[in-house]
């Protein structure tokens, strides 16, 4: 009929989710493509769906189990992460297949009684390489701890080489298409690129080394695929090799050669600097893109810093220390643990400069590559200032290309 309905991904296995073309802030990242929910139905001798969705669209992931099939018939549910927007309507599908088993890792059921009363629930503990069968499909539980939770796992169904792969390979875009191929025609390739990018920068960065260990685990365990299926965004049908390979350059820390500007600026004096510093950047034949912290999200900045084999910050002392907005774009990142990149710092004072000092001892916390000294201007710039930027600018931009060549 008229409703939003089940997807087929191949062989009766279904897209149940929901889109939220609406969402904006997703935990204070900001999503401006919106995002999806996305959970799977195995239609089988004993049907089973995997993951449920954020609470507020439980009534549609529903309607998209009920045009497939009657959900008291689901026999078996795999949670394959806890995270509030992918299991808080567990509650109301359970109470439409009383008798279904949950299918959960071991620190999954703890985390899932701080949310439910599961007593009255059959749930079954999971570990890597258990396997359910549920008659024609064989279903592969990985465990992938900290990717991004305690909690997390991957199912991968065997005879489909489909691997259901939770939060990782996912991306905040809403979309009316469900696949790759499919976004690309109506969309663009590089438009879902930097949402892949986007993602990993803001929520996955830390876990590089995590996630070449699982996914050489992947191979290790030969497993084929074909297509693979995350809890957000675009499901990978035509090239799931090619995501493959973008989280190992990502997690390997990869980089272009460019530099970043972030800064902020209270009277335009540090915002005057970031004009002759990007010439110098320039006329050293490195690319470079300057970011105002409070005109542009935070996660937008992240994900220019993660691609940036090099930034600058630029800070106005304010009460001897950094401007706030500053310190928080630091704090933030210092959570996201970077690695191999290059960094200094410049601005504007007025008469007891601290924000430059501030921000190298918040690179040295991070081990970041240090680029000093920094670079700080009383007041306004002058024209023999401005020419300090520029020279601080080319000597970054040389220094960048030089820390850029270990990575080659």
Known sequence: GGNMKAVELKNGIFWVGAIDWAVRDFHGYVTQRGTTYNNYLIMDDEITLLDTVKYD???ITIKNIKSVVEPSKIKHIVINHIENDHATSLDKIMALTPNATIYITEKGK????????????????VKTGDTLNIGKRTLLFLETPMLHWPDSMMTYIKEDKVLISQDAFGQHIASAVRFDDE?????SMSELDDAVVDYYANILMPFGQLI??????IQKLGLEI?????DHGIIWRSNPNKVLQMYLDMANGRANLNVSIIYDTMWHSTEYMTLPIMQGIKDEGVECKVIKLRSTPMSDAIKEFWHSRGCLIGSPTLNNLMYPTVAEFLYHLRGLRPKNRIAGAFGSYGWGGGAVKEAYEEFKRMGLEIF???????YKASSEDEEKCYEFGREFARKTKEYHKKFE
């Open 57 to 59: 669209f439980a009534e």
């Open 110 to 125: 703890k985390g899932l009684e701080r949310f439910f009363d599961i007593s009255k629930w059959n749930m079954k503990v």
């Open 183 to 187: 976004f690309v025609t109506c969309q």
């Open 212 to 217: 070449k260990t699982k996914i050489a685990d």
């Open 226 to 230: 074909d297509m693979i299926a995350p």
């Open 372 to 378: 000093e000294p920094g670079l700080q201007v009383l």
